[in-house]
């Protein structure tokens, strides 16, 4: 390596740092089927003397662990987390109960959530680097200089060593040299155009992390995580490998350190700090206190957290990873596994580039002694080299993205779990019992999306889970809101035009005046109707329902097809409002609320349809559903929305339609108040009568088990839908069809009509609104799912199959069979760029 007039030989990689990083990188190196070769530089005497902490493996990490054949040392030795507690300073359980949250990880991505000793993680990427397999170790090397030229690039040790290769990767963590020297050769050489100011300021700590690993603890069994949240305080216990606490201390400092003034802890100061803290409880009640794990500490060390995202990562024949230029805090157990996907993304560069300066090497193993069939390669040039490092940083897995919004991610878990601002601390409390499985979703999305090594096989294991990887999805990948937001813009001038006609169309003065006498005398002459003055008994909500009831009469007169059509399909909308509320990507989103929805109806429904339509689409991309237990629904609320809908809605309507006064009018009161009854009633009915929920199994275990409810209901309510419309077509009482629905042109004014014409025109507007939303809504899901490649039907036969379905069973049949087709290809078709059996 030391002769640089070597002109035809492999591509030459040195990796400063054995660390995770840098051990991932080369044994990623070490099976590309390209002539590469690589020396490891690490500055200690041993690689995997390093003790301390336990290192979580996440499945973006273990995916790629699993590619090298790690994965498999690595497992026999772990119990999986399975079984999670969390509780406050007084020893209150913070959740309700202990949560099987991170066994749903394992279930969605195929790895769980487990922790091993960093020394077991390092000394296994050591085995299976094999010597001469491509490239060697050599210990007690600590680079100090780099120096690069056209020529190559030669790396300068403190012991008067010196390696010269094409290529220098700065593996060696949060405290680089290489990336100082990266820097240095930018100001002093003008290579890479860093703006050097700006980078050495982007590295902070607010906190501190006091970290170790104990023998086992009486109390925290295999499998468990406990966390206690304290204002400016966080403890984390984790019992993994054969029985060992891995736990963690996180205080926030007196404040933020920028890194020239970085403190450093000695193990007194480490010892003090715990002794301050030895009270705090692990497990309700200080049944388990961190001075038991404490007692039974192996390793014990105190560490700033830095948290830093470096805008240039790579410079001339110089380029870093790991937490060289990627360093979050350790709360989302993700900053090591984080290493690992970008060795896999910088592995997968220099194969390529190796391979296009040598393209006859690329599809040919090595062989048994790691030597590619090649015996006289080219030496790729310095555009060469910067082209494709350029290409790490910035190519399709947007790396940079991923590292901002992980360490992100990591920073504010780590800022909520020290209850860091005044809202947190208030609102935790609350918010935490019904946060579910979060955690287990920020997990996900940093994993979903993370690159893996291109040249290896896909590990079968990584395609079965009910969330599959997709490089197209997760942190650094997010489909814009923006952009979904526009798409779906033609909802919102929907919502706000149909508002416009309905409120001019509303005749104001002409309700007051009827209204007010409490009579309703029809115009063309028939019997009077002596209005039901209200049925609450308090005013404002009162005088709401008359005018409700009033529309109800006047519509019973003279607009009686046309209501009885849009009730009916009003239904179908209604069920599937509070289906998609039931549903477990909605929990969080201003979806869920359906009875604030109902209850906005009396506004218009074609107004608040469009507009919830509107945000529907916004907060729901086709990658929510890439774990298929977020499109679950808790059946034991889905399998009442019928009989509840059918009660509140269909029942009181066609009482106030048909049935004899009083009752008529009662109904009609009461059916403006509906979406309460039904809530209250659903709500009462899931608590007392029926079964307890099953959702938290089917999470886990039966991820589409309310699909044949979905289906009946869905599918009982079209079969209703149509038949009300094929009785309008046959037996309106109007001239055609078209008088029946279709509203006059140009609008008038409400002010300008009589009472009974302003209301039907008003209806119809309303029921034209409503249902040019279900037609946008649904070509907007068919959009994504053609994109997503989840629907593969063409365009025209989509239109024609619209056309036909509303044609025989009118609007409400069609937004029926169209969401229901939607759910049924969320529950089984995938993404087209998701890494199942069928695409490895
Ligand atoms: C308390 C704590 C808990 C954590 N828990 C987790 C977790 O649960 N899961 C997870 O995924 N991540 C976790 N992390 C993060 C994870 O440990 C790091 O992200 C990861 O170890 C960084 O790997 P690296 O190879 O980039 O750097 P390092 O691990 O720091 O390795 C760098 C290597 O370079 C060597 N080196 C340094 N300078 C030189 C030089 N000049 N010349 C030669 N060699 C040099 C060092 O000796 C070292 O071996 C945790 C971090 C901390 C602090």
């Known amino acids: 390596m030391s002769n640089r007039s070597q002109d035809k030989r492999p591509l030459t990689v040195i990796i400063v740092g054995g660390g995770i990083a840098g051990l991932t990188l080369a044994n990623a190196l070490q099976h590309a089927p390209a002539d590469i070769t690589f020396v490891i530089l690490e500055a200690r005497d041993s690689l995997a003397s390093r003790l301390g902490a336990g290192i ?168 468990t995580s406990d966390d206690t949240w304290v204002q400016d305080l966080t403890v984390v216990a984790y019992s993994g490998e054969r029985g060992k606490v891995f736990w963690f201390v996180y205080a926030r400092m ?18 003090a700090f715990a002794q301050k803290h030895l009270d705090v409880p692990l497990r309700p009640g200080g049944a388990v206190r961190f001075a038991d794990v404490w007692k039974a500490r192996e390793v014990e060390t105190m560490l700033p957290l830095e948290e830093a995202h470096f805008e240039h990562w790579t410079a001339g024949r110089v380029v870093c990873l790991g937490d060289s230029v990627h360093k979050m805090t350790p709360h989302s157990g993700g900053g090591g596994m984080l290493c690992i996907e970008t060795a896999a993304a910088l592995a997968n560069a220099l194969c390529q580039l190796a ?68 809202a947190q601390r208030l609102l935790v409390p609350y918010l935490v019992p019904v946060s579910l499985d979060t955690r287990v979703d920020l997990f996900c999305d940093m994993a979903v999306g993370a690159p893996c090594i291109d040249y290896l096989p896909i590990p079968p294991r990584s395609t079965k889970g009910t969330m599959l990887f997709n490089p197209s999805h997760g942190m650094g990948k997010h489909e814009s809101r923006w952009k979904r937001a526009f798409v779906a813009l033609p909802l919102v001038f929907l919502a706000v035009g149909f508002m416009k006609v309905v409120t001019g169309l509303l005749p104001v003065d002409n309700i007051r005046q009827v209204l007010d006498s409490g009579v309703y005398h029809p115009e063309n002459g028939g019997a009077s109707v002596n209005l039901v003055p209200g049925i609450y008994g308090i005013s404002l909500v009162d005088n709401l329902s008359r005018i409700h009831n009033l529309e109800a009469v006047v519509a019973r007169e003279k607009a009686f097809f046309l209501m009885l059509s849009f009730f009916a399909d009003y239904g179908v909308w209604y069920v599937i409002l509070l289906i998609e509320s039931a549903r477990r990507a909605n929990y969080f989103s201003i979806l869920a609320p359906a009875v604030v929805w109902g ?67 009662i109904a009609g009161h009461l059916w403006m108040l509906f979406p309460l009854f039904l809530s209250l009633g659903q709500n009462v009915a899931v608590r007392f009568v029926l079964k307890p929920s099953t959702v938290s199994l089917d999470r886990l275990y039966s991820p589409t088990r309310d699909m044949p409810v979905i289906r009946w209901t869905i599918l009982t309510l079209v079969a209703f839908s149509a038949a009300v419309w094929q009785y309008t077509l046959w037996c309106h009482d109007q001239p055609s ?39 946008i809504w649904i070509a907007l899901f068919a959009w994504d799912l053609k994109a997503a490649g989840m629907a593969r039907v063409s365009w025209l036969v989509l239109g024609l199959c619209a056309a036909g379905v509303t044609a025989v069973g009118g609007p409400g049949a069609f937004l029926g069979l169209a969401w229901l087709y939607r759910e049924e290809i969320l529950a089984k078709r995938r993404h087209k760029d998701a890494v199942g059996p069928k695409t490895c």
């Open 355 to 422: 391979a296009e300066t040598n393209c006859s090497n690329l599809s040919k193993p090595k062989d048994s002694n790691g030597q590619g069939a090649s015996k006289s390669p080219k030496r790729p040039t310095l555009s060469q080299i910067e082209a494709a490092l350029r290409g790490y940083e910035t190519g399709p897995h947007n790396l940079h993205r991923r590292a901002i919004e992980n360490i992100k991610a990591s920073g504010d878990l780590g800022r909520l779990s020290a209850l860091r601002t005044l």
């Open 254 to 271: 007196d404040r933020v350190y920028e890194a020239h003034e970085m403190p450093r802890f000695s193990a007194a100061d480490a010892a």
């Open 56 to 223: 979580a493996l996440v499945p973006n990490g273990s995916r790629v662990l699993d590619q090298l054949g790690v994965y498999a040392d690595l497992e026999p030795g772990f119990d999986p987390i399975v079984d999670t507690g969390l509780i406050d300073i007084q020893g209150r359980p913070l959740l309700p109960e202990r949560t099987d949250g991170a066994k749903l990880l394992g279930i969605r991505m195929s790895y769980p959530l487990a922790l091993v000793q960093r020394s077991t993680l390092l000394h296994s990427l050591e085995r299976h680097l094999r010597p001469g397999k491509g490239g060697h170790v050599l210990t007690g090397k600590r680079v100090d200089t780099i120096k690069q030229d056209d020529a190559g690039v030669t790396v300068y040790c403190t012991d008067g060593s010196s390696y010269q290769g094409d290529i220098v990767v700065g593996a060696d963590g949060v405290r680089s040299k290489v990336r100082q020297e990266m820097w240095r050769a930018s100001e002093e050489e003008g290579i890479g155009n860093i703006d050097v100011n700006k980078e050495r300021k982007a590295m902070t700590a607010e906190y501190l992390c006091l970290f170790g690993v104990s023998g086992p603890v009486p109390g925290l069994g295999p499998g």
């Open 599 to 665: 209850s906005a109806q009396t506004w218009g429904i074609a107004y608040v349809a469009s507009f919830y339509r509107f945000l529907h689409y916004v907060l729901s991309p086709v990658s929510k559903f890439d774990a298929l237990d977020m499109r679950l629904t808790d059946r034991t609320y889905t399998q009442i929305v019928l009989p509840a809908v059918a009660a509140a809605h269909y029942a009181v309507y066609l009482t106030g339609y048909l049935g004899p006064e009083p009752y008529r009018q």
């Open 737 to 775: 069809i078209a008088c029946v629905f279709v509203p006059a042109l140009p609008i008038s004014s409400g002010a300008e009509l009589s009472l009974e014409a302003a209301y039907v025109e008003l209806l119809k507007w309303d029921w034209a609104g409503f249902g040019a939303s279900h037609f």
